[in-house]
C-alpha cells in the first residue's frame, strides 16, 4: 500500500489530533500546522449512539498526514489503535 503522497504521523502527533477531535475542539495539523483537517466522516453537532462504532479519519489537507482512530477506544485511558 505504497500510494503517492500517504504519510503517517508519528504516534504523539496523532494522539494529539484524536484527542483534539474527540474533545470537539478546533483541529489543526500537528506537523505542518494547517487548519484545514479532512474529516470522514463529517462531524456532527451531535453524536448518535452508531458514531461511536464507526472509525474516524483525518486527513491534513496540506501535508496529506492521516490518522484513523476508532472514537469507542478512546474514551479509555488506553492506547488507541492506529492503521
Ligand atoms: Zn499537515
Do not use: W
Not at 54 to 83: D, H, I, M
Amino acid at each position: 500500500m505504497a500510494r503517492r503522497g500517504i504519510k503517517e504521523y508519528k504516534a504523539s502527533e496523532a494522539l494529539g489530533l484524536i484527542l483534539a477531535d474527540r474533545d470537539n475542539m478546533d483541529l489543526s495539523c500537528p506537523c505542518c500546522g494547517a487548519k484545514e483537517i479532512e474529516r470522514i466522516p463529517k462531524r456532527k453537532l451531535r453524536h448518535t449512539p452508531g458514531d461511536i462504532y464507526r472509525q474516524v479519519k483525518l486527513r491534513c489537507a496540506e501535508c496529506g498526514r492521516s490518522a484513523v482512530y476508532s472514537p469507542r477506544a478512546v474514551t479509555q485511558p488506553a492506547e488507541p489503535q492506529f492503521s
